[in-house]
């Protein structure tokens, strides 16, 4: 299966990655769980219960643009545990406006 993971940041601010396969579901678990904490991320939920998705977009933004744009590693890690979490073949996280898209 290939996946096509978009991050956008606002109009002409966006990273593309295009992979064969994607990470195991609780390897990415992991991933996005140490640095939702590495980075000190901050969500406000009305259950107090954080999603995957909450996790994913709450990394993008704390990591921040220019962390995609100068850590090509870190960035494909990032989009190599997003589809590896979501399970999808296109996803675009929308870091702008707070929202996933299939």
Do not use: N
């Amino acid at each position: 299966m290939l996946h096509h993971v978009i991050v956008s940041f606002g109009k002409e601010k966006e990273f593309e990655f295009k992979f064969p396969g994607s990470a195991q579901s609780e390897e990415a678990r992991k991933w996005f769980d140490h640095e939702f904490t590495a980075l000190e991320c901050d969500v406000v939920t009305p259950t107090g219960k954080i999603l995957a998705v909450d996790r994913i977009l709450s990394v993008a933004k704390y990591a921040g643009e220019a962390r995609f744009a100068e850590q090509r590693t870190w960035a494909e890690q990032f989009a190599k545990y997003t589809a590896g979490l979501l399970g999808r073949e296109l996803i675009r996280v929308d870091v702008e406006h707070y929202s996933i898209g299939y």
